[in-house]
């Protein structure tokens, strides 16, 4: 798969027939063939090729299809759809019964090259705009990255970094999270819901885990940080308080844990996460002694049926 023009509009939405995380009756254990379809659409507006999408998630689940995202390239007219289905023939019986723009060229794909491809993805940035809304931060940081780099050289250090961007990549994009930055050792993401960067923790080290289990050496632990409020989100980046925050609960936890900061644990409580006793801990550049938590583990399917609240679910 070629990589896009750098004008490429990237669209993530939400709504009927799209893959949401932790939702049981998608489970990865009934994953599907992933395909990656090609429409020539000149003549239409970004607009229009929206309404499609939407016209296309509402018919999907009928079809046993579920929709990740798509592109759409208004320079020249093509829009792209990501999508996981039985075969391509029920992806285009969406795009025939929802809109007639069927796709002129369906092709299955890997999910290792579409994770390498997602994560050099970045959606236009309006850097005339300042946002404030509501985000849960999450920091990653290798436990022993210097180490690690010094006694395995620095070619071999590389291909370790890429197998562990590859886990943390499939883990953001599982949970519909944005990858913010890549930190050298870690990474930093924003995630719309607190139950999204919850669950893409504790994928991450399970993906970690997998990697371990596989006999793939040297080992890999991670501590991770969360942290929620209303960040300043401008140029492409996250910063203020709660980036801060976030950063400096990562460094507090140890290696192959989570921890969490105190408005991100009473919501993952809501939610139905499980977490460890309060802990105090003093971080560089906050006063005094700040709350924290480690997570524990994810909700069961009956806390998450019970869950309704926009922020968490």
């Known amino acids: 798969m070629t990589r896009t ?17 932790g939702d049981p009756a998608k489970s990865e254990a009934t994953a599907l063939p992933l395909y990656i379809d090609r429409h ?41 759809c990501l999508a996981d289905a039985p075969s391509p023939a029920e992806m285009q019986a969406v795009h025939r019964e929802s809109h007639g723009l069927v796709a002129n060229e369906v092709i299955a794909v890997a999910e290792d090259d579409v994770l390498r491809f997602l994560g050099s993805m970045r959606e236009p940035a309006d850097l005339t ?9 999450l920091f990653t940081d ?17 291909d370790v ?15 519909r999270g944005r990858e913010v930055k890549h930190t050298g050792d870690g990474i930093m993401a924003s995630f719309a819901r607190v139950s999204g960067a919850l669950r893409c923790a504790l994928a991450i080290h399970a993906g ?7 006999g793939a050496t040297p080992d890999l632990l991670v501590r991770i940080g969360l942290a929620a409020g209303e960040p300043v989100d401008h140029a492409d980046d996250v910063f203020g308080a709660t980036v801060n925050l976030a950063s400096r609960i990562c460094d507090a936890a140890g290696p192959g844990h989570t921890l969490v900061a105190e408005l991100v644990h009473d919501l993952g409580l809501e939610a139905g996460f499980s977490f460890g006793p309060r802990r105090d801990r003093t971080l560089r550049g906050f006063p005094g002694r700040t709350p924290v938590f480690e997570l524990l583990g994810a909700p069961s399917a009956q806390a998450r049926r019970r869950s309704t609240s926009p922020v968490v679910s």
């Open 142 to 158: 290798i436990a022993g990255s210097t180490a690690l780099l010094n006694d395995l050289g620095e070619a071999a250090w590389m």
């Open 161 to 175: 970094l890429r197998e562990h961007d590859l886990i943390l990549r499939r883990a953001i994009v599982r949970a």
């Open 5 to 21: 023009r750098p004008s490429l509009r990237w669209r993530r939405r939400t709504g009927s027939g799209e893959a949401r995380p």
């Open 40 to 80: 020539d659409l000149r003549g239409l507006t970004a607009a229009e090729v929206a309404d499609a999408h939407v016209k296309d998630l509402a018919l999907a689940s009928g079809h046993g299809v579920r929709f990740l995202t798509y592109w759409f390239d208004p320079a020249n007219g093509t829009a792209f």
């Open 208 to 214: 970690l885990e997998a990697r371990r289990a596989s």
């Open 129 to 137: 705009k300042v946002q404030s809304a509501f985000r849960t931060i």
